[in-house]
Each structure stands twice: as structure tokens, then as C-alpha cells.
T-cell receptor, first 113, second 116 residues
Framework: GAGVSQSPSNKVTEKGKDVELRCDPI?????LYWYRQRLGQGLEFLIY????????KSGLPSDRFSAERTGESVSTLTIQRTQQEDSAVYLC???????????FGSGTRLTVV | GEDVEQSLFLSVREGDSSVINCTYT??????LYWYKQEPGAGLQLLTY?????DMKQDQRLTVLLNKKDKHLSLRIADTQTGDSAIYFC????????????????FGTGTQLKVEL
């Protein structure tokens, strides 16, 4: 597509439930990144995909967080047993490999109540 | 280590110039960026500068880099109300992630308010 698409744009969930966040990158962008933006803070790196593999997962905050990517396209970030501290905007970005900058999606605002 | 700092707020009058400042700590940074985030939107790449450059100009935007002091600034000339947004400074080292990805380290953002 023309840009990076994320869904849903907003998600409210109860504490303890699992959530899935979806990212559809720009066609041809083999590099895909997930970041988290907490209120009033900068972006925290979560995970990097090159193609369908995730060589760097160093930013995932706990084992409740996982992500996968299929067909060198859509990626899903899953948060199990959500906690209130998971409330944040989750941003996906994609790029050509080795390219200096990313294109970001508009994010999913997750609220855990 | 990586750390990027910015002031939180800046208020200017329409038509004036805005200068948003940023300091970073990693001298290995390859590229430095300015992103703009409008309410409810993702981050839009405004401009970037390679670390061996001192200045880059792009229409109303001027980026200055002082590598010795690890200081980056973004000047917006003739600031308009449409420039009201949060501006993020970011640094990256190409290929720093396992597998060769580019990790961007962001500041906390500067909220620019443009008053009439």
C-alpha cells in the first residue's frame, strides 16, 4: 500500500486479556520495526524483522510480548495477559533494508483498564 | 550508551522562527533525524542529516549539527499554525541491530505551540 497501515487504531481491553495489534507495511519494505510510545515519553524499540525472521527482539519488555511476520508482509504484535503498564501507543515502521529512515504507521492506542 | 534529550515545550508567535534543540550522547551516530507528530497521527520524517555534515537546509527547515558538542537543532522559518505538533529528535547507527537493522533512539519530543 501507499503507507504503513495499523489496526485497530484504538483498543481498550481489560487487564488480563490478550490483544493482537496488526501492521501492514509498505509493499517491498522487508525491514519492519515495532516501537512503543508511552505517554510523555519517547519511543522505545521493541523488535526488528528482516523478512519473516526477527533477528533482534531485544526491546520486548517481557515474555508476555511476542510478534510474528508472514509473507514478508503483515506483522502481528501480541500481548498476553495485559497489564495497565502496557497502555501506550504501539507504532509500526517499515523500510528498505539498510535504509536510513523509516516510514511509520499512525499507531494503535492501547488502553488497559 | 544512547540517550537523546530535548526540552518539552516551545511557544512561538506565527511568523517568527522556531528553534528546537536536542542533545545526544552516542558519538557513533550515523544519522540524526527530526520527526513531526501531529495529534492522532504517526511520526512523519521531516528531515535528516548525515553525521559528517554541519548543516542541511530544506525550504523552511534548517538543521544544524555540532558533532563536537553532540548538539542538533531544527530551525523552522516563518512558523505557521500548521507547524504546531510534537517534534522528535532521533539518532541511529546503521546496522546496529542484530541482523543489520537500524535502531532509532528518540528523544521525548518537544511540543511546539504556534500562537496567533
Amino acid at each position: 500500500g501507499a503507507g504503513v497501515s495499523q489496526s485497530p487504531s484504538n483498543k481498550v481491553t481489560e487487564k488480563g486479556k490478550d490483544v493482537e495489534l496488526r501492521c501492514d507495511p509498505i509493499s517491498g519494505h522487508t525491514a519492519l520495526y515495532w516501537y512503543r510510545q508511552r505517554l510523555g515519553q519517547g519511543l522505545e524499540f521493541l523488535i526488528y524483522f528482516q523478512g519473516n525472521s526477527a533477528p533482534d527482539k531485544s526491546g520486548l519488555p517481557s515474555d508476555r510480548f511476542s510478534a510474528e511476520r508472514t509473507g514478508e508482509s503483515v506483522s502481528t504484535l501480541t500481548i498476553q495477559r495485559t497489564q495497565q503498564e502496557d497502555s501506550a501507543v504501539y507504532l509500526c515502521a517499515s523500510s528498505f533494508p539498510g535504509y536510513y529512515g523509516y516510514t511509520f504507521g499512525s499507531g494503535t492506542r492501547l488502553t488497559v483498564v | 550508551g544512547e540517550d537523546v534529550e530535548q526540552s518539552l515545550f516551545l511557544s512561538v508567535r506565527e511568523g517568527d522562527s522556531s528553534v528546537i534543540n536536542c542533545t545526544y550522547t552516542d558519538s557513533s551516530s550515523t544519522y540524526l533525524y527530526w520527526y513531526k507528530q501531529e495529534p492522532g497521527a504517526g511520526l512523519q520524517l521531516l528531515t535528516y542529516i548525515f553525521s559528517n555534515m554541519d548543516m542541511k537546509q530544506d525550504q523552511r527547515l534548517t538543521v544544524l549539527l555540532n558533532k563536537k558538542d553532540k548538539h542538533l537543532s531544527l530551525r523552522i522559518a516563518d512558523t505557521q499554525t500548521g507547524d504546531s505538533a510534537i517534534y522528535f529528535c532521533a539518532e541511529s547507527i546503521l546496522g546496529i541491530l542484530t541482523g543489520g537493522g537500524n535502531k532509532l533512539t528518540f528523544g521525548t519530543g518537544t511540543q511546539l505551540k504556534v500562537e496567533l
